[in-house]
């Protein structure tokens, strides 16, 4: 039997052009092959691949895990870092998908291959078709060179991720042309942020791994749900220092804690209940016991707390048992100990910024 190997870089690219593929070739064994070093972070790779897992099992076809070679990747596109998308970088970058996938054919016997990139609008067809068929000739193979997206293709395509409720990306994958498109959109890549903490970030990619786990649950248990979009005020912190006499301390920002001038130096002037105030801009210190004792935790230290933080959603609810305020943005850090007249010296910068994310709604 024929066998086509597709390159699948994404859901929202391949499920619609599988569909095609599949009418177009009813007597071929359509097999995915998920090979994309490009992607970045490795939790946007996942995610991706889980999310092709997703489509692919709807589609019954059998999809293959290429191997995430990330070093190789960065060593093959070095000297390209500030090509512009659809330029140098993203030849070399499709040639080694193509190369891999055509050898991967080879591997498992079948007589043709493809790539789900031909459907993107991002990418060129032309350059995609000369190097498959290039590679076609080295591997003795058949590239199948498909136009599903002119036409009403694109517009399809676009209602079948709806329907199927994919996840759809909002960059093409490395961390480069990520960076390059959010400098442009005055924006921060905070795909690319990951605290030490664990914790998961609102709109983070590991928030949209929850969400799509979600989806794929919702989907097995036949349960009626919608994915919509909620706009939000999201947030991050870049650095946050905290010096006493000079030495740097354990200590933790709550989330939403923002410093207008990013630095500043007082004295805790006033504590109530393990809780303290700094004579400066609105800053409370707040030790680990007390802490403890808000949230209903057992942190032995800052430090631990550093490491392993509650969830997002309850560090804003200490911040308003703490402040009694809805829309607080006192910085407030938690540290070991505090006393009064301590000298307390913070560098803090963080953002606020509008952001969209996906959210699910359960019909029945
Ligand atoms: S922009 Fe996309 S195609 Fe180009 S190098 Fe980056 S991941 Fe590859």
Wanted: glycine share 4%.
């Amino acid at each position: 039997m024929s066998k086509i190997v597709v390159q699948i870089c994404c859901s929202v690219d391949s499920h619609y052009f599988l569909e095609c593929l599949r009418k177009d070739y009813p007597d071929s064994e359509v097999i995915g092959f998920f090979y994309n070093p490009n992607i970045h972070p490795y939790s946007e790779y996942l995610l991706r691949y889980k999310d092709v897992e997703f489509s692919c099992n709807k589609l019954n076809i059998k999809l293959i895990d290429g191997i995430y070679d990330i070093n190789k990747w960065y060593e093959i596109t070095k000297g390209y870092e500030n090509e512009p998308e659809k330029g140098d970088r993203c030849t070399i970058c499709f040639d080694d998908r193509l190369y891999i996938t055509a050898s991967k054919a080879k591997e498992l016997g079948a007589d043709k291959f493809t790539t789900s990139l031909l459907m993107s609008p991002l990418k060129s067809q032309e350059k995609l078709r000369i190097l498959g068929n290039k590679l076609a000739i080295d591997n003795n193979l058949e590239f199948i060179f498909k136009d599903y997206r002119s036409g009403s293709g694109g517009i399809n395509q676009s209602s079948t991720v709806k329907s199927n409720r994919l996840y759809r990306q909002n960059y093409c994958g490395c961390m480069y042309a990520l960076n390059a498109q959010r400098l442009v959109q005055n924006r921060l890549s905070d795909e690319l942020m990951s605290p030490i903490s664990k914790q998961i970030l609102p709109n983070s990619i590991e928030y949209r791994l929850e969400i799509f786990q979600k989806r794929d649950e919702l989907y097995l248990q036949q349960k009626e749900f919608f994915i919509t979009k909620v706009e939000f005020l999201n947030y991050r912190i870049l650095t946050g220092i905290t010096l006493t006499n000079k030495k740097v301390l354990p200590s933790y920002f709550l989330a939403f804690s923002y410093l207008k001038t990013k630095n500043v130096k007082g004295k805790i002037e006033f504590i109530k209940d393990g809780i303290g105030y700094l004579n400066k801009n609105g800053v409370i210190l707040v030790t680990t016991d007390k802490f403890n004792s808000l949230a209903k935790t057992t942190y032995t230290s800052t430090k631990e707390l550093m490491f392993n933080a509650p969830s997002f959603i309850k560090e804003m609810e200490l911040r308003y048992i703490i402040t009694n305020e809805q829309n607080s943005t006192s910085p407030i850090i938690i540290i070991d100990e505090i006393y009064l007249e301590q000298d307390i010296e913070i560098s803090l910068e963080s953002i606020y910024y509008n952001d969209t994310k996906d959210k699910i709604e359960i019909i029945s």
